[in-house]
């Protein structure tokens, strides 16, 4: 996330340590962008994520983890998360799949695409 700081046009509000505490964070802050990973404990970011979508509607969600099935990743987008970035690539696509999910496009890690 020291990418994500260290950029002066986005401000990282807050971090959830598992998939309830981002839900709970999410509906009382209303960020325009919540990065989520699959594997979060207690409740998993896919189950967040939806949670996140019917309670926060406008927030983009967009995943960052190391998960890399199409399960998963069909998953996530199909329940309206506008990205998904692979840990293996965080380093070239963070700032990049951010950007494009805040402009309303779509991302997903290159070596991720059908």
Same mark, same amino acid.
Request: aromatic letters at 4%.
């Given at each position: $996330?020291?990418? &994500? ?14 998939? !309830? ?18 594997? !979060?404990?207690? &409740? ?10 019917? !309670? ?5 969600? $967009? ?27 965080? /380093?070239? /696509?963070? &700032? ?5 999910? $805040? ?10 695409? /059908?």
């Amino acid at each position: $996330m020291g990418t &994500l700081r260290e950029n002066p046009r986005l401000r990282v509000i807050d971090f959830a340590t598992d998939g !309830l505490e981002a839900v709970r964070k999410a509906v009382e802050g209303r960020p325009d962008l919540i990065l989520l990973d699959i594997g !979060l404990p207690r &409740l998993t970011g896919i189950e967040a994520a939806r949670q996140i979508r019917e !309670l926060v509607p406008k927030s983009k969600i $967009m995943f960052l983890t190391a998960e890399t099935s199409e399960i998963a990743r069909q998953a996530a987008l199909g329940l309206g998360a506008e990205g998904y970035v692979s840990k293996i690539d965080i /380093d070239s /696509d963070l &700032l990049v799949a951010v950007e494009a999910v $805040m402009a309303g496009e779509r991302f997903v890690s290159e070596h991720l695409r /059908d």
